[in-house]
């Protein structure tokens, strides 16, 4: 395969690339839907194929094809360099690549045992013992339905460029999204959907417990449901949990960081960044707003070592003590700011082009205990989880409703409250943290941006964090 | 070998080798797509064929989706495939496929969009005229996209369904800026409609050109109307609320109400169309072969049906709606019936209130509740004696679905074909106007 990757790159070249590239990718997802403990159905996907990416006469080209037949390959290199010269004639400016340090390396990820050698009936049996301990552990409300989507995927690349970079790399990726009702018939009904991801194998829901912790926080949100009460109107201190604030930092410094999107490459798409080009050093927040992006974390579900361009991926500080640090980068956004490429080119399958993505994107942790966060709060609230969140095209506005969250009294976490709405800008959000927990939490998630849409496994995480001075919304409904 | 023997072959080698039912839907396609933000920023090709395949084995369902060269890859999973049919269980929505019904394929090919597909003209051109249109308006700058599509699909079942259906679809979309002001317009459809290409450009171009300067308002409640493009949007999330797996999977509001009760105003009634040829996703029969229709989801502000294949049919005690997807039904195309108001009565008849035309990011609190917000993005304008004020920015919509439909006063008689990264479902849809709608922003 390595040599007909060669080969493609080199004719590529040879008809009039100035750069080229070739991709061969195979992810296979195997799935299983149920509801209340019962097998929906079981689906295999098998998505295989070969993406040309290359630059002709200044504009940017890309084809891709599930053939590998001579003929097949040769049209995709046709297609890639003819739509990209015929395109030529309206740029302003002819699209170049950044310097690089590319690799010429294979990597894998090794689950401790593979997908499947495990029985099937193993795998269910855990969307099963989940709905009969919740059945049991609810007692106060009916469970009114447990789904799950249960997916287990690998990722398979091997990518040559003309600039000499080759990169080889297989990644298995665990998911475990689950959605919850509770209902009662005075109180109504509470609804948590949530995800699970880790890169490696079955062996990591175990690992993490997960089903300990869909009892655990179930309980609490039937607790909730029953008990809560009107939140405070009003200024108060919040207390954002780490799940929350996780989400914040991923749309609120992630997305605006992309510089695809600085450059307004995705406009009509995922939209633009209130941080303009010139916006390096400028300050965002407080000394306690640090938030980094890193794709080498192991175990993680945004993990990779190399990105989809062969640049060799590391740890990027967006913004570091408040201020506007780094940019994520592929080589034509670093080529335009002039620097290299930090390695955030991904590509979701053989029919996408790399883009600027992040990765595993948080908030770096604080030394605070969570008591040490609400002790001096006099009346505040705290926000451990959501399920309603949005946020503007520019990533300035935002608004994330909680689920599971509490009054804080006195320093101490009393009465469940429900529906407290933190509607607040990006600059108020960092701005405002003045102490920051010592223990941080990651969420896994699939990243939509692109078009064709590509939904891109990332991880996003934060300590608890302590916002002074906020003005809380209420939900009405 | 066609794409229709293809799936006959896999057929038989399903049942030889133990399934009991199986059936198999081959799709060939070819798709070219311009982007451009500005200039272009790339073009993109693909050629494929993907193998979809639905087996059952004593209840047991597993569905399959191959995209691959290597067509034998598909055979030689098949028989791993029974293996593991035979640990798993019973699925509870298993019923057996339907038999064929005589079914006539729609025509749905425009040669315009073949000759885009295959090189003989080139998309990029056309980006650049819709381009031009939005200028006209005095657009300062653009981005979005254009693209073309041309597929084969063939669908194969061990009852004896085998069909073959070609099409062709085109999709358009420009969000154009001109200063700090924003608009954006989209189309879709089977054929490519010249004029709502260019009518894209220039809604886009003349709403960002009206939104400069925009200003903040008070959150509250406002009288609102909400363009084709967020009606579009909305209708998406009831469209797939529509669908009897997600109701069955607790994540439908539809789930709160049975056929029957009134969920919305009498102006509201919003339909699934299979069969209207002009739309981007009509196809003369779904996945088990049976053939599409027009299915009215809400009629006159009443709850009339759920979109059905055979098994959540059989769960449900209903007939199917001809929306398969094996397992999860889906819409096809998803059309909000037209009223009698003209849209230039809009402001006049809005009276106080906010225009919103455009936006996304559409989440939910509740899925059985049905509450949610969604962001005003690009042109947003505020209305006070029947006139348009001002633009403003930095809203979000606030509320539940049942409610906010339940608002809706009037819609307007012209409706545009929308399809967009945030109308995935295409959406036949008018300007409607909805009385008392909260509206909220960071204070």
Redesign the interface.
């Known amino acids: 395969m390595e040599d007909k990757l060669e080969a493609i790159v080199d004719e590529a070249r040879r008809l009039g690339a100035s750069y080229s590239e070739a991709r061969v990718q195979r992810n296979i997802v195997v799935s299983m839907s149920s509801r209340n403990g019962a097998l929906i159905n079981v689906e295999e996907k098998v998505d295989e194929g070969l993406a040309v990416r290359v630059l002709a006469d200044g504009a940017l080209g890309f084809s891709s094809t599930d053939r590998m037949d001579a003929e097949a390959i040769s049209r995709c290199i046709d297609f890639a360099l003819s739509r990209a010269k015929a395109s030529s004639r309206y740029m302003r400016r002819p699209i170049g690549f950044s310097r690089a340090k590319l690799g010429s390396i294979k990597y894998e990820v090794k689950e401790k045992k593979f997908f499947d050698s495990y029985d099937i009936s193993d795998k269910l049996s855990l969307h099963k013992s989940i709905y009969s301990m919740l059945r049991d552990a609810l007692k106060r409300v009916e469970l009114e339905v447990f789904s799950v989507e249960y997916m287990e995927m690998i990722e398979e690349k091997l990518i040559m460029n003309s600039d000499g970079g080759f990169v080889g790399s297989r990644i298995p990726r665990i998911s475990f999204r689950y959605n919850i009702v509770l209902h009662d018939p005075v109180k109504g009904s509470i609804q948590r959907v949530n995800e699970y991801g880790f890169s490696g194998g079955f062996d990591k829901l175990k690992e993490q417990r997960i089903d300990e912790c869909i009892i655990d926080e179930s309980r609490r949100l039937e607790k909730v449901l029953l008990e809560g009460v009107k939140p405070p109107s009003g200024v108060v201190d919040v207390v954002v949990g780490g799940e929350v604030a996780g989400l914040i930092v991923h749309e609120s410094c992630g997305h605006p960081c992309e510089a695809d999107r600085i450059l307004g490459r995705e406009a009509a798409q995922a939209g633009l960044s209130f941080i303009k080009p010139s916006m390096k050093g400028v300050k965002i927040g407080s000394r306690y707003a640090t938030v980094v992006d890193d794709p080498t974390i192991p175990g993680s579900f945004g993990f990779y070592l190399y990105d989809d361009e062969c640049v060799a991926a590391r740890r990027k500080y967006l913004y570091r003590e408040g201020i506007v640090e780094e940019f994520l980068h592929n080589r034509w956004t670093a080529n335009i700011f002039g620097e290299e490429s930090n390695g955030s080119a991904r590509a979701l399958n053989y029919r996408s082009e790399p883009i600027v993505r992040m990765s595993n994107t948080y908030l770096t942790p604080g030394d605070y205990s969570f008591e040490e966060l609400i002790e001096d709060i006099r009346e505040g609230v705290y926000i451990s989880s959501y399920m309603e969140w949005n946020i503007d095209d520019e990533r300035w506005n935002q608004r994330y409703v909680g689920l599971e969250a509490y009054r804080i009294i006195g320093g101490e976490l009393r009465d469940p409250i429900r529906s407290p709405v933190l509607e607040i800008t990006t600059g108020d959000f960092y701005s405002k943290i003045d102490a920051k927990g010592c223990e941080i939490k990651f969420e896994a998630g699939l990243c939509g941006k692109g078009e064709p849409m590509q939904g891109i496994p990332v991880w996003f995480g934060s300590p608890d964090v302590r916002l002074r001075g906020v003005k809380l919304g209420v939900s009405t409904l | 070998m066609s794409i229709l023997e293809v799936s006959k072959s896999i057929i038989e080698e399903a049942l030889k080798i133990g399934f009991d039912e199986a059936a198999c839907k081959t799709v060939s396609i070819r798709r070219?797509?311009?982007?451009?933000?500005?200039?272009?920023?790339?073009?993109?090709?693909?050629?494929?064929?993907?193998t979809y395949l639905y087996l059952a084995r004593d209840g047991r369902?597993?569905?399959?989706?191959?995209?691959?060269?290597d067509i034998d890859?598909v055979r030689r999973?098949l028989t791993d495939?029974c293996r593991?049919?035979k640990?798993?269980?019973a699925?509870?929505?298993y019923a057996p496929l339907p038999k064929p019904y005589g079914i006539k394929p729609l025509r749905l090919v425009d040669e315009k969009i073949v000759d885009l597909v295959e090189?003989r003209r080139?998309l990029?051109d056309y980006a650049?005229r819709m381009v031009d249109e939005a200028s006209s308006e005095e657009a300062e700058?653009y981005?979005?996209?254009l693209s073309a599509s041309l597929s084969s699909k063939a669908l194969a079942t061990s009852r004896g369904v085998e069909l073959h259906e070609d099409s062709t679809e085109f999709e358009c979309?420009?969000?154009a800026?001109s200063g700090d002001g924003a608009g954006?317009w989209a189309y879709g459809g089977r054929r490519l409609d010249e004029h709502s290409v260019m009518e894209v450009g220039r809604k886009a171009g003349m709403y960002a050109y009206l939104s400069k300067n925009a200003e903040l308002i008070e959150p509250g409640v406002y009288d609102v109307v909400l363009s084709p493009m967020i009606v579009g949007n909305l209708v998406n999330i009831v469209g797939d609320m529509a669908s009897a797996l997600q109701v069955?999977?607790?994540?439908s509001f539809f789930s709160r109400f049975k056929p029957g009760d009134r969920i919305a105003s009498e102006a509201v009634s919003i339909y699934d169309d299979g069969v209207s040829d002009s739309l981007p996703r009509s196809t003369g029969f779904d996945d088990e072969g049976v053939p599409t229709r027009i299915t009215a989801i809400i009629s006159e502000g009443v709850f009339e049906n759920l979109l059905h294949n055979s098994k959540t049919a059989f769960k449900f005690n209903t007939e199917s709606t001809g929306n398969a997807g094996w397992?999860k039904p889906e819409p096809w195309n998803l059309r909000f019936k037209p009223g009698d108001l003209k849209e230039d009565e809009l402001p006049s008849t809005l009276g106080e209130g906010l225009i919103l035309t455009n936006n996304?990011?559409?989440?939910?609190?509740?899925?059985?509740?049905g509450?949610?917000?969604?962001?005003a993005?690009d042109a947003t304008f505020i209305v006070k004696g029947g006139k348009v004020e001002k633009a403003v920015k930095?809203l979000?919509v606030?509320?539940?679905l049942h409610e906010l439909l339940s608002s809706v006063e009037y819609s307007t008689d012209r409706c545009y074909q929308i399809k967009w990264?945030e109308v995935e479902t295409p959406v036949l849809a008018p300007y409607i106007l909805v009385r008392g709608v909260?509206i909220?922003?960071?204070?």
Do not use: H
Request: include cysteine; charge should be positive.
């Open positions: 070219v797509m311009a982007k451009f933000s500005g200039e272009p920023t790339i073009t993109q090709s693909w050629i494929d064929i993907c369902i597993t569905l399959c989706e191959y995209r691959t060269s890859v999973r495939l593991s049919a640990l798993i269980e699925s509870p929505i090189g080139d990029i650049w700058n981005a979005g996209v979309y420009l969000r800026f954006q069955y999977l607790g994540l397992v996304w990011y559409t989440r939910l609190q509740s899925y059985v509740e509450s949610f917000s969604t962001v993005r930095g979000r606030t509320g539940r990264w909260r909220s922003r960071p204070t």
